[in-house]
């Protein structure tokens, strides 16, 4: 019932920027921390970048200086601008949530995560 839908992702030039958006729809009471996470080819997925609901943040130290995560004004949304970007960002990137929602009018608390959208830089 909760969905998180992503778009931004692309090809792009090293040196280059990039924005992606993530927007969480459903039966929402609150959303706590959102982020973003990527998996590198052949490796395990990372953590990229964190924001709670005081929008507090945390970073991958790879990431650090180069991206920015933010949320919309309406708390369901979340953002990751990526600038100076290098070949080795190239991965998939999935945004994720924290979220309280209704489910058959009974609260519950889960992570969700979206599809993930492919993020190609060249060289």
């Known amino acids: 019932q909760v969905q998180l839908v992503e778009s931004g992702g692309g090809l792009v030039q090293a040196g280059g920027s990039l924005r992606l958006s993530c927007a969480a729809s459903?039966?929402?009471?609150?959303?706590?921390?959102m982020g973003w996470y990527r998996q590198l080819p052949g490796k395990q997925r990372e953590l990229v970048a964190t924001i709670t609901s005081g929008l507090s943040t945390n970073y991958a130290d790879s990431v650090k200086g180069r991206f920015t995560i933010t949320r919309g004004n309406a708390q369901n949304t979340v953002y990751l601008q990526m600038n100076s970007l290098k070949p080795e960002d190239t991965a998939v990137y999935y945004c994720?949530?924290?979220?309280?929602?209704?489910?058959?009018?009974?609260?519950?608390?889960?992570?969700?995560w979206g599809q993930g959208t492919q993020v190609t830089v060249s060289s």
């Open positions: 994720a949530a924290d979220i309280k929602y209704y489910s058959g009018g009974v609260t519950k608390r889960s992570d969700f």
């Open positions: 459903g039966i929402i009471v609150s959303i706590n921390d």
